[in-house]
């Protein structure tokens, strides 16, 4: 008896709960709690078009953490006391998400860098009351109109949704996206942020704010229709709709999209995604990640990457990951560690990129004319490495009297040859290639390459378009492949690799691959100094 009443008052609460969630986050608008800040009103295109970026422009912007402040020590010092930055601003003594004073100079600072506007990390959430998300906006709205006063245009301000608050949150409340109460949610968060943000100050494209969305990995359950309820009320209450700008994890029709992860390699997406580098050490309870700054040559070969693609194909937004996140060292604002030397290399990027400049490719790999790799134990690799997933388990194999390197395929066991190329060598390139492997026939059935690929007819079509290269007779002899790939694209999207061979049912064996370019007519470009 005590059982089965225990499991009845478990279902009781979770029913009241439910419902109370439903209740506050329903579709109800007129039950809807009022926003926090005074700029929620229906406003005319032609308000909106006033101080917009045009979808052609080339615009740079970058993420901005303000979650510091110096009198709390908040995301300053950890919990024990200890140093909770990586790297530490130039000056700490004013810092504070309150201050109007430290917002300016920050403001000052990304003029200096070039940068057109600023997404800060907003935490905020439906009646999340008290918060640093909430409290700290109108202090950077007093800073930037305190520029707009002085004649200096100021970065434009949009939204970046940290959606980690969609399961990290103090109402305990995870947020399932496929339904109502969760598309409210989601909802209700972007408009409280843009209700403290004038629209004269707003970032937006022809006219639509810029929601810049965090992963979707945080949502309880997530469909397509949360953008379109989204764009349904956020035009209700402020007369056009956001610009959607998704992370690649997002179902659902989007602007633009983009990766996270730029701070340890670029990513080009619609949005092209550069970072200084990555050192997460100091942060407790996480798995430590490096990727050294190289002095800043590794920012300058990110830009580079970017800056390389053809002006007319390449995305019109670049976004720097990030301006003055401390604790993983992805930071490029004025710091005790760097100076000014990232505002500085962002500045003359930003230029670049604001005038539709192509630059030359520059790396290790840039001006030569194949990639390889021999498949030995450990491999020898020229530009061209193979990759470590899951699926693409490889192991040593002398059958023929020769290393090489072998990709069993059988009921027990699928496995692919991965391959990433250096982007230096090749990326999102117009140049036809020549990709040339050397295989043991052994076995029976048809060699396949897969591979990322411009040609598209639906959004993850291009990235493992499907090539019947060779077939496998059994004549237990060495023999070569060459396959020609004229519109190879190598983005990274064929699971994290740009192309992968296999031989299903039969297993593979490779000794060597070699990726040559087979003409090269791009124009002459701007050589960096």
Known sequence: ????????????????????????????????????GPYLKQETPATHLQSTFDHDQPIVGTYYFYWYDINTKMHILD??????????PTDSSGMSYRSSAWHLQQLRDVLAAGIDFMLPVYWG?????????????????????????????????????????????????HVDLSKPEGKEWF??????????????LRASVNGKPIVWLYSAAFAKNQDATAFDYLRTEFARDFGIEPFIVKEASWQGRADLDYSWGAALEPQIKGVAAVGPGFDNSTV???????????????????????????????????????????????????????GRLYVDLTRKYANLWH???QTKREGPYADDQEVSIILEQPPVSHGLTLGSN??????????????????EWSNHAVNYFYFNVDNSFFFRDKVP??????????????????????????????????????????????????????DAYFGGRVNGQDFRISAPDAGLTIRKVILRKLQDASPPLLVMP
Request: net charge negative.
């Open 433 to 486: 290639l020549e990709l040339e492997f050397e295989y043991l026939d052994i076995g029976n059935g048809n060699i396949i390459v897969e591979y990322d690929s411009t040609m598209t007819v639906l959004p993850n079509d291009n990235a493992f378009k499907s090539v019947i290269n060779a077939h496998l007779t059994n004549m237990v002899a060495w023999k070569t492949a060459k396959i020609r790939l004229s």
């Open 79 to 88: 919990p024990d006391g200890t140093d909770a930055l990586t790297d530490h």
């Open 355 to 357: 005038s539709g400049i």
């Open 1 to 36: 008896m005590y059982k089965v009443l225990h499991q009845l008052a478990s279902a009781l609460f979770f029913l009241l709960i439910s419902t109370t969630v439903a209740t506050l986050y329903s579709k109800d608008v007129s039950a809807r709690s009022a926003p926090p």
């Open 390 to 407: 899951p699926d693409g388990k490889t192991t040593l194999d002398l059958t023929a009297g020769i290393p090489a390197m072998r990709a």
């Open 187 to 200: 909802y209700l968060t972007v408009r409280d942020f843009y209700s403290m943000i004038p629209s004269n």
């Open 284 to 338: 407790p309870g996480v798995k430590h990640h490096l990727r050294q700054r190289e002095g800043g040559n590794f920012y300058r070969s990110a830009w580079n990457i970017a800056l390389s693609l053809d002006p007319v194909t390449r995305p019109r937004i670049a976004v720097v990951e990030t301006w003055n996140e401390f604790h993983e060292g992805t930071d490029i604002a004025p710091s005790r560690e760097y």
């Open 125 to 173: 959430y439906p009646g999340s009351g008290s918060h640093w998300s909430l409290e700290g906006l109108p202090a950077l709205v007093d800073a930037a109109q305190k520029l707009e006063k002085e004649g200096i245009r100021s970065p434009r301000i949009g939204m970046f949704y940290d959606t980690t608050t969609l399961r990290d949150n103090s109402k305990k409340y």
